[in-house]
């Protein structure tokens, strides 16, 4: 799922390698929840520049370096534990 919700212009995903690849590019989480279905949706402020770095992802065109995407993926795991 992704989706962009107009009326607060946030962007909401629950594809954990797209949140790593925004994390590590430095696009900020502003919230998660958790769904009855156990996955997890994750909002992140929209803008043009976060779309162009959404099509870069699934279009495998924009690097991030590995230390980065694994670093992200820890803290984000840790806050989705961390968050009953």
Same mark, same amino acid.
């Given at each position: 799922?992704? =989706? +962009? ?11 954990? !390698?797209?949140? /790593? ?17 156990? =996955? +997890? ?11 162009? !770095?959404?099509? /870069? ?28």
């Amino acid at each position: 799922m992704q =989706k +962009v919700l107009n009326e607060d212009n946030i962007f909401l995903t629950h594809e954990l !390698a797209l949140v /790593a690849a925004l994390v590590a590019w430095n696009y900020p989480i502003v919230g998660l929840q958790k769904g009855e279905d156990r =996955k +997890v949706t994750f909002s992140f402020p929209n803008s043009p520049q976060l779309q162009e !770095a959404i099509q /870069a992802f699934w279009s495998n065109t924009k690097a991030v370096l590995p230390i980065r995407y694994f670093d992200a993926l820890r803290m984000i795991k840790s806050r989705i534990y961390s968050e009953v």
